[in-house]
């Protein structure tokens, strides 16, 4: 139980052009997302919070207008990167919670954007 | 400030030896914690979570951590370590006093398996 996936798993875009992220709760409803952003080889970086039906909460030095995060229904969010640029270029990871216990995140397997 | 430190960015153990990985965090409210794992491009995997009650927490592939409250810390420990151990680990803090419960990551220690 408690599964979450990604779509896609790996996307190649060009410089200028958006990209859209889905991410799935499969086997129950999600109240709670979060969106994270991993550079190689070091830890995870919370990108936003979001809960379904409300706007997202951005963490600071994260610009809302360039990551643009939907959570329309219990089970999807999406992270659309806008206007992408080679410095977008990371793996994007989301996480979902509603299942376990408020204080339990499930999280996706991820999502390699490369921006060229 | 509530924060988590992971001492060693990178682990050598023989395969077999015991495994010994190192959180520990600074918070002034009960916390949350969690050890996941992950492989190459590929998400985080709960390990085991402590929240309540029982301070020595067992969890998947023989894993097993202890919260000692004492010394604010959380390692984690498998008594012998298998090829497939091999990957990144990341001891994770959460907290409910702002009913928020964002996550507080390490930086996170890279387990390599010798043969």
């Known amino acids: 139980g408690a599964v979450v996936s990604q779509h896609p798993s790996w996307v190649i875009c060009k410089s200028g052009t958006s990209v859209k992220i889905e991410c799935r709760s499969l086997?129950?409803?999600?109240?709670?997302m979060f969106w994270y952003r991993q550079f190689p080889k070091q830890s995870l970086m919370l990108m936003a919070t979001?809960?379904?039906?409300?706007?997202?909460?951005?963490e600071q030095g994260v610009e809302k207008d360039k990551f643009l995060i939907n959570h329309a229904s219990l089970t999807l969010s999406t992270l659309t990167v806008t206007s992408a640029h080679p410095e977008d270029s990371s793996f994007y990871i989301c996480?979902?919670?509603?299942?376990?216990?408020?204080?339990?995140?499930?999280f996706g397997p991820g999502t390699r954007l490369t921006v060229t | 400030a509530q924060s988590v430190t992971q001492l060693g960015s990178h682990v050598s153990v023989s395969e077999g030896a015991l495994v010994l990985l190192r959180c520990n965090y600074s918070?002034?409210?009960?916390?949350?914690l969690f050890w996941y794992v992950q492989y190459p491009n590929q998400g985080l995997q709960l390990l085991l979570k402590?929240?309540?009650?029982?301070?020595l927490v067992k969890g998947i592939n023989g894993f097993e951590a202890e919260f000692k409250k004492s010394e604010t810390s959380f390692h984690l420990t498998k008594p012998s370590a298998h090829m497939s151990d091999a990957a990144e680990y990341f001891c994770a803090v959460t907290f409910g006093d702002s009913g928020t419960y964002k996550y507080i990551f390490g930086t996170g220690t890279r387990l390599k398996v010798l043969a």
């Open positions: 979001s809960n379904e039906g409300s706007k997202a909460t951005y």
């Open positions: 086997d129950f409803q999600a109240t709670t």
């Open positions: 918070s002034s409210v009960p916390p949350y």
């Open positions: 996480s979902a919670r509603g299942a376990g216990g408020p204080e339990v995140q499930y």
């Open positions: 402590y929240t309540t009650g029982a301070t």
